[in-house]
Antibody
Framework: EVQLVESGGGLVKPGGSLRLSCAAS????????MNWVRQAPGKGLEWVSS????????YYADSVKGRFTISRDNAKNSLYLQMNSLRAEDTAVYYC??????????????????WGQGTLVTVSS | IQLTQSPSSLSASVGDRVTITCRAS??????LAWYQQKPGKAPKLLIY???TLQSGVPSRFSGSGSGTDFTLTISSLQPEDFATYYC?????????FGQGTKVEIK
């Protein structure tokens, strides 16, 4: 059974740092790209960052670029999000999600097929 | 690429046919997914590649469209379908989400 379990959330002051972790099990972690997606209280979903299976390709939302760093350790089946210079607007539930790609007619169609339960990050003084 | 869902919310009764639309600001071929989210829970994948049903998802859910206009249809609304639905484009970075459509009980 595929499982993604986030940890590391909590209360942090503006300007502070936090490191989120996502422990994966039930699948070959090293074969999949992974994403972080967040959701501010009462708001919609916002994509944060993506990392390819071998960490060769990394992308960030403009809202976090230069402040957040995504990484992974395939030997430990773990995904990370280092968050620095945190702001009040970073307050959200952070989800890790697996990218599955469906291949049809020589094209690959990705989607986020498994999600963790989320970890809450609150940035407040 | 911006995604605009409509309506933002709707009220419907059990058994109703429900249609949610998602419009992309530029063409995204079939690189679109639909998710369902219930309060306090993580999103759940329903549809990928615009029209392919994820394994285990009831057949009352269907997706259609290509290019800029997409729809998610629930053929006969069930009590467990009351939730918020999001579309997401995965044609290019950043992989944006629509603002969501909340389906409420009438």
């Amino acid at each position: 059974e595929v499982q993604l379990v986030e940890s590391g959330g909590g209360l942090v002051k503006p300007g502070g740092s936090l490191r989120l972790s996502c422990a994966a099990s039930g699948f070959t972690f090293s074969s999949y790209s992974m994403n972080w997606v967040r959701q501010a209280p009462g708001k919609g979903l916002e994509w944060v960052s993506s990392i390819s299976s071998s960490s060769s390709y990394i992308y960030y939302a403009d809202s976090v670029k230069g402040r957040f760093t995504i990484s992974r350790d395939n030997a430990k089946n773990s995904l990370y999000l280092q968050m620095n210079s945190l702001r009040a607007e970073d307050t959200a539930v952070y989800y890790c999600a697996r990218v599955e790609t469906y291949y049809y007619d020589s094209s690959g169609y990705p989607s986020l097929d498994y999600w963790g339960q989320g970890t809450l990050v609150t940035v407040s003084s | 690429i911006q995604l605009t869902q409509s309506p933002s919310s709707l009220s419907a009764s059990v058994g109703d046919r429900v249609t949610i639309t998602c419009r992309a600001s530029q063409g995204i071929s079939s690189y679109l997914a639909w998710y369902q989210q219930k309060p306090g829970k993580a999103p759940k994948l329903l549809i990928y590649a615009a029209s392919t049903l994820q394994s285990g998802v009831p057949s009352r859910f269907s997706g259609s469209g290509s290019g800029t206009d997409f729809t998610l249809t629930i053929s006969s609304l069930q009590p467990e379908d009351f939730a918020t639905y999001y579309c997401q484009q995965l044609n290019s970075y950043p992989p944006t989400f629509g603002q969501g459509t909340k389906v409420e009980i009438k």
